[in-house]
């Protein structure tokens, strides 16, 4: 059974910094071989695609988080993790990661725009001005 575990959400001033992981479980194992991805949304709003990763090489982002946020994922411990630097109010959201596989092969089709079956419940980052 695909299990996703999210945890490290919090609260944080404007220019802090938050690590989120979600941690998979042993049937996803290894989640390198899962197109991954981390999604958001806030209240009022639509969800929306932050990062996504495949086989530890292919990443993708969202404009909104290029160069603050960096999605990687640790086979071992089967965890994905988004490190997210220079936080902003508008990072304020409900943060979700998200699964798709296995699949092997080339990951260049892994984006925010795949379809994702397996998804975690969630873990709340607020962002003060």
């Known amino acids: 059974q695909v299990q996703l575990v999210e945890s490290g959400g919090g609260s944080v001033q404007a220019g802090g910094s938050l690590r989120l992981s979600c941690s998979a479980s042993a049937s996803m194992y290894p989640s390198s071989s899962y197109c991954m991805g981390w999604f958001r949304q806030a209240p009022g709003k639509e969800r929306q695609g932050v990062a996504t990763?495949?086989?530890?090489?292919?990443?993708t982002y969202a404009d909104s988080v290029k160069g603050r946020f960096t999605i990687s994922q640790d086979n071992a411990a089967n965890t994905l993790y988004l490190q997210m630097n220079s936080l902003k109010p508008e990072d304020t959201a409900k943060y979700y990661c998200?699964?798709?596989?296995?699949?092997?092969?080339?990951?260049?089709?892994?984006?925010?725009?795949?379809?994702?079956?397996?998804w975690g419940q969630g873990t709340q980052v607020t962002v003060s001005s």
């Open positions: 998200a699964a798709n596989g296995p699949y092997s092969g080339s990951g260049s089709w892994c984006s925010v725009l795949t379809d994702f079956p397996y």
């Open positions: 990763i495949f086989g530890d090489r292919f990443t």
